[in-house]
Nanobody, 123 residues
Framework: QVQLVESGGGLVQAGGSLRLACAAS????????IGWFRQAPGKEREFVAA????????YYADSVKGRFTISRDNAKNTVYLQMSSLKPEDTAVYYC????????????????WGQGTQVTVSS
C-alpha cells in the first residue's frame, strides 16, 4: 500500500513558477515510478510528467516540456514538480500517482493516487 499527498498548489500569475511536492509513504515506495497528471474543469485527466524509481529516467508531455521539471528525493520519499513559465492553460488540479512501471503515461497504469492540489494561473 502506498499513500500519496500532494502540496504546493496555489494561485500564480502567468509567467510565474510553482513547485509541487508529492509525499509518499508505504513499505516499498522507493520501488515505484511516480507520475504527475492534471485535470482542468470539463476536461479529462492528462499525463504531465513521470520519473522512474531511481530518478534516472524522466518523461514529459509535449505541452510542458522545457517548462516543467520532475525530480525525486528517495531519502525524503518525495517527488517534486517544478513548474516555470506558467500559462493560464496550466490551470488544473494536479495529481501524483504511483506505478510499478516507469515511463507510463496513462491513468490505468498507475495504481495509487493522491487527492490532488489546485493550481490556478491568472492571465
Amino acid at each position: 500500500q502506498v499513500q500519496l499527498v500532494e502540496s504546493g498548489g496555489g494561485l500564480v500569475q502567468a509567467g510565474g513558477s510553482l513547485r509541487l511536492a508529492c509525499a509518499a509513504s508505504g513499505r516499498t515506495v522507493s520501488s515505484y515510478a511516480i507520475g504527475w497528471f492534471r485535470q482542468a474543469p470539463g476536461k479529462e485527466r492528462e499525463f504531465v510528467a513521470a520519473i522512474s524509481w531511481s530518478g534516472d529516467s524522466t518523461y514529459y508531455a509535449d505541452s510542458v516540456k522545457g517548462r516543467f521539471t520532475i525530480s525525486r528525493d528517495n531519502a525524503k520519499n518525495t517527488v517534486y514538480l517544478q513548474m516555470s513559465s506558467l500559462k493560464p492553460e496550466d490551470t488544473a488540479v494536479y495529481y501524483c500517482a504511483a506505478s510499478l512501471w516507469k515511463g507510463r503515461t496513462t491513468m490505468a497504469e498507475y495504481r495509487y493516487w493522491g487527492q490532488g492540489t489546485q493550481v490556478t494561473v491568472s492571465s
